[in-house]
């Protein structure tokens, strides 16, 4: 059994194209975030919700929007991709992450590799 | 904001050879833990340590928390081929509820 799930885990498109990264995890856990891991290796959040609420917003341009519709699922929705995004996604969930104690263990998904043409 | 750094950000070694790698914040943590990820795929949790001087052994592998709870490291002892990677720490901040990931450290085995 996947823990974290991604789709696409690869996905290759043009300057300018608008796309979708989907997630969902079968752990129960309440927090699921979104990562960027450049060509050398750095990993960046990008977002974090806590049952759906949008927790953390890291300066990410407004291009990418997270939508979280229930707490098993965070998608990531790119617009007007530049050549810049190409990188590798990751999205991750945890128990303990929420407002109220230290961030738990994260779990991560296999990750989404872009490509932007 | 919390910066978490590590050192090296590469390191190549015989294999048999020891290898360390260090993580250093700018804040105190309340918690620290240890992640591995292999070539091509996701990081994998390792470890989360929390007590100040805090050491924690896995086989070949041991994690030391700081006495001021500001750093951390973890020394492989003997390194296999199985053990190439990227290994990052991740720390949260006393005051605050975000884990911060360090840069990692990418680990190569020579045969």
């Known amino acids: 059994d996947t823990a974290v799930s991604q789709t696409p885990k690869y996905l290759v498109t043009q300057m300018g194209n608008d796309k979708s990264i989907k997630c969902e995890q079968n752990?129960?856990?309440?927090?699921m975030y979104w990562y960027k891991q450049d060509s050398k290796k750095f990993l960046k959040i990008m977002f974090s919700?806590?049952?759906?609420?949008?927790?953390i917003n890291e300066t990410v341009p407004n291009r990418f929007s997270p939508k979280s519709p229930d707490k098993a699922h965070l998608n990531l929705h790119i617009n007007s991709l530049e050549l810049g995004d190409s990188a590798v996604y990751f999205c991750?969930?945890?128990?303990?992450?929420?407002?109220?104690?230290?961030?738990?263990?994260?779990?991560f998904g296999p990750g989404t590799r872009l490509t932007v043409t | 904001g919390q910066q978490v750094m590590q050192i090296p950000q590469y390191q190549h070694v015989q294999e048999g050879e020891d290898f360390t790698t260090y993580c250093n914040s700018s804040?105190?943590?309340?918690?620290i833990q240890w992640y591995k990820q292999r070539p091509g795929g996701h990081p994998v949790f390792l470890i989360q340590?929390?007590?100040?001087?805090e050491v924690k052994k896995q086989k070949r592998l041991t994690f030391q928390f700081g006495e001021a709870k500001k750093n951390s490291s973890l020394h492989i002892t003997a390194t296999q081929t199985t053990d190439v990677g990227t290994y990052f720490c991740?720390?949260?901040?006393?005051?605050?509820?975000?884990?911060?990931f360090g840069e990692g450290t990418q680990l190569t085995v020579n045969p």
């Open positions: 991750a969930s945890s128990q303990r992450g929420g407002l109220a104690g230290f961030g738990g263990e994260q779990y």
């Open positions: 752990l129960g856990h309440d927090t």
């Open positions: 919700y806590n049952n759906k609420e949008l927790i």
């Open positions: 804040t105190t943590l309340s918690n």
């Open positions: 340590l929390v007590k100040s001087g």
């Open positions: 991740a720390g949260t901040e006393t005051s605050g509820s975000r884990l911060t």
